[in-house]
């Protein structure tokens, strides 16, 4: 198999940035100023050059990479080996986004050392502007004082934690009980305190957000938290259309990719089966003279 790198069909990714890179302090400009923050979650490399020439903010390589690339059945299993493997190659499709790496399950919980440690191997080994990690209670926070410490961005996320969804009930709408409304709050406010530098709401009601959004100094991006937060994510392969079944009620499709790969890949089978493909103008030619002095 061969990709060739000088093929002037292959579009390289641009090397002089289009705007400014983005910083937390400059996501942090634009939400104070009104803008709207647009974040993706991607997992590889080609991914990264689309999400970067769309301009877009912040590129999470989130760990349903675990899922939606590497075929596991939850983010759980999934290791900062292949995370690594994953944001080294979405770092090298991008050069203005910030991108920030979910650290997976297992690699911050144990102590604080243990959770600087893995940031420091995002960082260093990936690239990585900033990490992420979930949830708001007494062992988050800790990790994330630790890591702001240790002079490496956080990003906080509470709501619906995927890596904790067993204990929450699964894959459900949080905060929808008195109870439940106010742990995401004081939540939020707990990793917000703890040194964040932003904060992701996942898959709670529109009016919870809204009602946490003032009480916060730090941006806040919502996956299913409605419009009243200052950005919004949505993993790439949803919003393009990349993944089968029936997408959360928070995806919006703007793409149906799998369909036309689906589509051009059957049409390749189907020439190579029939014989239309290789054509005549797909081969190579030799120079005259060179076949006949081969046997010679």
């Known amino acids: 198999m061969s990709h060739h790198a000088n093929d002037p069909a292959v579009e390289p990714v641009e090397t002089t940035p289009r ?6 302090p400059s996501l942090a400009a634009l939400a104070a100023a009104g ?24 590129v999470l390589v989130g760990d349903s990479g675990a899922q939606v690339q590497l075929g596991y059945d939850s983010t759980v299993p999934v290791s900062v080996d292949e995370m690594l493997v994953l944001a080294q190659a979405v770092r090298r499709g991008t050069t203005t986004a910030l991108v920030v790496v979910d650290l997976p399950f297992g690699s911050y919980e144990v102590s604080d050392e243990q959770a600087v440690a893995t940031a420091i191997r995002f960082v260093k080994e990936a690239g990585a502007d900033a990490v992420k990690l979930e949830g708001g209670g007494r062992v988050p926070a800790a990790r994330i004082r ?12 509470v709501g619906l934690t995927p890596q904790t969804a067993v204990a929450l009930g699964g894959f459900a709408a949080q905060g929808r009980t008195v109870e439940a409304a106010r742990r995401v709050r004081d939540e939020a406010l707990a990793v917000q305190e703890a040194g964040a530098f932003s904060l992701v ?3 709670i009601p529109s009016d919870l957000a809204a009602a946490i959004r003032p009480q916060l100094t730090i941006p806040a991006i919502g996956i299913g938290a409605g419009p009243a937060v200052d950005g919004q994510v949505l993993v790439l392969h949803d919003l393009l259309g990349l993944t089968e079944g029936r997408a959360a009620k ?26 239309a493909y290789p054509g005549p103008e797909h081969g190579y030619a030799m120079p005259e003279g060179v076949l006949d002095a081969l046997d010679g």
Not at 146 to 157: C, D, E, L, R, S
């Open 19 to 24: 705007r400014k890179r983005v910083t937390p």
């Open 35 to 58: 803008e709207k923050l647009v974040m993706v979650t991607a997992y590889d490399y080609p991914a990264a050059v689309a999400a970067e020439k769309a301009d877009v903010d912040i």
């Open 146 to 157: 630790a890591i702001t410490a240790a002079g490496i961005p956080v990003m906080g996320h």
């Open 201 to 203: 709401l996942e898959a």
């Open 250 to 275: 928070f995806v919006k499709r703007y793409a149906t990719v799998l369909d036309a790969m689906t589509e051009g890949i059957g049409a390749y089978a189907a020439d190579v089966r029939s014989g």
